[in-house]
């Protein structure tokens, strides 16, 4: 992911270039009493998310479809062949959407009706 999309909205405009839009939303995480600042840059095939929170920066999640965007070795347009010779067999299958679950990460791998792969989403969990 880090090569891919950056752990950091600086790393992420030197992969994908600069954003057509970005949104910024602030909020604050009662339990933890901690202020975070959400940004999504938007690109012409999906979007990234980053919080800034303490001082400190992460990927929060992605989500892209179509277009010419790979996930690591996994491109779009690959089997489901190609996606479990990488990945390996995924935890949960539903509705061509296949997910991969680690610790407080998920990753789908949404296939088209050719099974192909169309759209790649990432959620990760900081808290």
Not at 18 to 47: A, C, I
């Amino acid at each position: 992911m880090r090569r891919d999309f950056g752990i950091t909205r600086a790393e992420a405009q030197k992969r994908l270039g600069p954003p057509l839009k970005k949104e910024e939303r602030t909020s604050t995480l009662e339990d933890m009493k901690m202020t975070v600042l959400e940004t999504e840059l938007f690109y012409p095939d999906g979007s990234v998310v980053y919080w800034t929170f303490s001082g400190r920066e992460a990927l929060c999640g992605f989500d892209f479809e179509g277009g010419e965007r790979n996930f690591g070795p996994l491109a779009m347009g690959d089997s489901p062949d190609r996606t479990e010779e990488v990945l390996g067999a995924p935890m949960q299958v539903k509705n061509r959407v296949w997910t991969y679950l680690s610790g407080m990460s998920r990753i789908h791998i949404c296939f088209d009706r050719d099974t192909r792969i169309d759209r790649f989403i990432f959620e990760r969990d900081l808290f």
